[in-house]
């Protein structure tokens, strides 16, 4: 009999600085001081994603020919909405050596070892979702107002 168990926890975080500005100086200068400041922008930005997983694995062979597996995995990630992070994933498989068994010890010159296994199990994958597909996200926007402009943030993701 065997056991396993592992815990797992990846962390990533993001942050970026953009900055720019227009009609250069001198084609040649490539610094960002060797143009007007008549147009220029900045930005930035930060994104963060984390992933937690349990894993757990039993194995047990019996006179060395049945065999049985059982693994779980409980999966965490921060793409998802609270309350729906964390899937669970299990898996089993039968084998059986059949080369072990007496009443087939005539296939001892041909077949030096012969296994069936017959096995289920479910995955999970959170690679096709983005950081922030499932939240609320909010982007600038500019609305009239009186003749005027006025700047303001409206929901980009419901």
Do not use: C
Not at 79 to 99: D, E, H, M, V
């Amino acid at each position: 009999m065997g056991a396993l168990l592992v815990y797992s926890e990846e962390y990533w975080f993001d942050r970026d600085l953009d900055a720019s500005r227009n009609d250069r100086l001198h084609p040649s200068l490539s610094e960002i001081d060797a143009a007007l400041t008549t147009v220029q922008s900045n930005g930035g930005s930060s994104s963060a994603e984390g992933l937690r997983s349990y894993i757990g694995r039993l194995n047990y062979t019996g006179f060395n020919k049945y065999l049985f597996e059982a693994n779980f995995r409980v999966d965490g990630s921060s793409k998802f909405l609270k309350g729906s992070q964390y899937g669970f994933f299990p898996s089993a498989a039968l084998g059986w050596r059949f080369t072990q068994e007496k009443f087939l010890s005539f296939l001892d010159g041909i077949l030096n070892d012969g296994k069936f296994r017959i096995s289920y199990g479910a995955l999970g994958n959170n690679s096709g979702v983005s950081r922030y597909q499932q939240q609320e996200t909010l982007d600038a926007n500019a609305y009239m107002i009186d003749n005027s402009i006025a700047k303001g943030l409206v929901y980009s993701q419901l």
